[in-house]
């Protein structure tokens, strides 16, 4: 099974900031990794597909980077509506997710 | 797009539950169907997936045996029975759409259903 580690697994942040969060799978998986947004126990939210491709609606201050093992999701300027639950997930050998980041209010 | 999934349930260790997944606004046979869970205060786990075009099923290995995901598509509903219920099962069960093909994110997912296990 592939592992998908995910870090911080928390972090307070100030709107405006900007923010990163890593995901680090335990073989290579090229680029079948995707980033889902959870806020408060709602279903989670497609952000990114393939690595790096914005979901149609999702703001151009989501970003999305990587490939074989490391990857990365950039906010490039937090808004009050982004503190949530960030997971990325791999889709290469059926389907992994990562722990969660949870991006809080500094 | 919508998957609209069933109602609450609450169940006793050692019994069954099985809940559904309404798809409307697209053709329920040209995509797969995904079971995820989130236990409280937990990350997501996939359960499994079902393709209801063939009928077929993959299920994630910690859950083989306890699992049957099946689906009617005359009604365009898939559903997920779990056997041999423990307290370790309490969580909120989603069900989610992908492409049978290429990265196969999760898009969209259902508003979840809540199983509790309880003595």
């Known amino acids: 099974d592939i592992q998908m580690t995910q870090s911080p697994s928390s972090l307070s942040a100030s709107v405006g900031d900007r923010v990163t969060i890593t995901c680090r799978a335990s073989r290579s998986i090229a680029n079948y990794l995707n980033w889902y947004q959870q806020k408060s126990g709602n279903a989670p939210k497609l952000l990114i597909s393939a690595a790096s491709s914005l979901q149609g609606g999702v703001p151009s201050r989501f970003s999305g980077s990587g490939s074989g093992t490391d990857f990365t999701l950039t906010i490039s300027s937090l808004q009050p509506e982004d503190f949530a639950t960030y997971y990325c997930q791999q889709s290469h050998s059926l389907f992994t997710f990562g722990g969660g980041t949870k991006v809080e209010i500094k | 797009v919508q998957l609209a999934q069933s109602g609450a349930e609450v169940k006793k260790p050692g019994a069954s539950v099985k809940l559904s997944c309404k798809a409307s606004?697209?053709?329920?046979?040209?995509?797969?169907l995904h079971w995820v869970r989130q236990g409280p205060r937990q990350g997501l786990e996939w359960l499994g997936w079902?393709?209801?075009?063939?009928?077929?099923?993959r299920y994630a290995q910690n859950f083989q045996g306890r699992v049957t995901m099946t689906s009617d598509t005359s009604i365009s509903t898939a559903y997920m029975e779990l056997s041999s219920l423990t307290s370790d099962d309490t969580a909120l069960y989603f069900c989610?759409?992908?492409?049978?093909?290429?990265?196969?994110?999760?898009?969209?997912w259902g508003q979840g259903t809540l199983v509790t296990v309880s003595s």
């Open positions: 606004g697209y053709t329920f046979t040209a995509y797969y």
């Open positions: 079902i393709n209801p075009n063939s009928g077929g099923t």
């Open positions: 989610a759409r992908s492409t049978p093909l290429g990265v196969r994110n999760f898009d969209p």
